[in-house]
Nanobody, 124 residues
Framework: QVQLVESGGGLVQPGGSLRLSCAAS????????MSWVRQAPGKGLEWVSG????????SYADSVKGRFTISRDNAKNTLYLQMNSLKPEDTAVYYC?????????????????WGQGTQVTVSS
């Protein structure tokens, strides 16, 4: 069965960095687009970034553009999110999500599997 397992979250000071990973199994990882989606306390889901199946195309929410970098290693079936210059407003549970096709989409309706999430807390 499809499994997505995030790791790498934690507590970091403002201005710091974290690298999230998402280990995928149970499907042909290199065939599908992937996204990172976050949920801040008391708020709804926010699409953060997406990458196509081959890794040649990426996109970011305006709130993280220039600070976050999404990437993937299809040989290792792993998705990454490098987060730099973190701000308190980046505090959220971060989820990786599998798209239903090879592209990436901002809509949650286009995602068919989600990980369990990893907590990122940015605080001094």
């Amino acid at each position: 069965q499809v499994q997505l397992v995030e790791s790498g979250g934690g507590l970091v000071q403002p201005g710091g960095s974290l690298r999230l990973s998402c280990a995928a199994s149970g499907f042909t990882f290199s065939t599908y687009g992937m996204s990172w989606v976050r949920q801040a306390p008391g708020k709804g889901l926010e699409w953060v970034s997406g990458i196509n199946s081959g890794g040649s195309s990426t996109s970011y929410a305006d709130s993280v553009k220039g600070r976050f970098t999404i990437s993937r290693d299809n040989a290792k079936n792993t998705l990454y999110l490098q987060m730099n210059s973190l701000k308190p407003e980046d505090t959220a549970v971060y989820y990786c999500a599998k798209e239903k096709s090879g592209g990436y989409y901002t809509m949650t309706s286009m995602k068919d599997y989600w990980g369990q999430g990893t907590q990122v807390t940015v605080s001094s």
